[in-house]
């Protein structure tokens, strides 16, 4: 069974501009997480989809948004960008929305601000 | 707000010791704490603790939780320069967020 993928791996933009990032989860799996990982803060959970509703979002600013398709496919998009959101953006998909279910991550999107 | 505490932050030891890395957690309704193992890659699952007190286990690597104390162990026995990565430990409450503690970065020398 293919694992989570990510598209594109590595990004390069400049500050202002937008970005939108692919995750495809594991077949079968229906809820899709997004991450940020920095140096300095860690992981930090971004938002939560499943069946297409976002269920979950954290403590980011509503530059970053996001979506789920049909076929559980999710995309996250950045606006407005800023030299503080350089970092590997992980997606993490689950079978079912619960907390007794392992997340499996992406290799993950490194997006580099200038 | 929830959080996740590891410790140390980094180790370094000899191939062949044994390594102790620490989680301590402030879940709201926790359900579970998962370990993951991250090299220069995706964080790739190590183990899900839900059951205070059992002790699961996976080859040289074993984890426990302990409810009473909120915290929970990852114990790497006979260690070996494969093993040398970034431990992170995350809980989750009645929802499925993640939140994730900074990572523990274990190096191991030959």
């Known amino acids: 069974k293919a694992g989570v993928t990510q598209t594109p791996r590595y990004l390069i933009k400049t500050r202002g501009q937008q970005v939108t990032l692919s995750c495809s989860p594991i077949s079968g799996h229906r809820s899709v997480s997004w991450y940020q990982q920095t140096p300095g803060q860690g992981l930090q959970f971004l938002f939560e989809?499943?069946?297409?509703?976002?269920?979950n979002k954290g403590n980011f600013p509503g530059r970053f948004s996001g979506r789920q398709f049909s076929n559980s496919r999710s995309e996250m998009n950045v606006s407005t960008l800023e030299l503080g959101d350089s970092a590997l953006y992980l997606c993490?998909?689950?079978?079912?929305?619960?907390?007794?279910?392992?997340?499996?991550f992406g290799p993950g999107t490194r997006l580099t601000v200038l | 707000e929830d959080k996740v505490v590891q410790s140390p932050l980094s180790l370094v030891v000899h191939e062949g010791d044994t390594v102790t890395l620490n989680c301590s957690y402030e879940?709201?309704?926790?359900?579970?704490l998962l370990w993951y193992k991250q090299e220069k890659k995706a964080p790739t699952f190590l183990f899900m603790l839900?059951?205070?007190?059992i002790e699961k286990k996976s080859g040289r690597l074993s984890s426990i939780l302990d409810k009473k104390e909120l915290s929970s162990i990852l114990n790497i026995t006979a260690t070996q320069t494969g093993d040398s990565a970034i431990y992170l430990c995350?809980?989750?409450?009645?929802?499925?967020?993640?939140?994730f503690g900074k990572g523990i970065t274990l190096s191991v020398r030959p």
């Open positions: 879940v709201t309704n926790f359900r579970s």
């Open positions: 995350a809980g989750t409450g009645a929802n499925s967020k993640l939140t």
């Open positions: 993490a998909s689950s079978v079912e929305r619960s907390s007794y279910n392992e997340q499996f």
């Open positions: 989809y499943f069946s297409e509703t976002q269920r």
């Open positions: 839900t059951s205070s007190g």
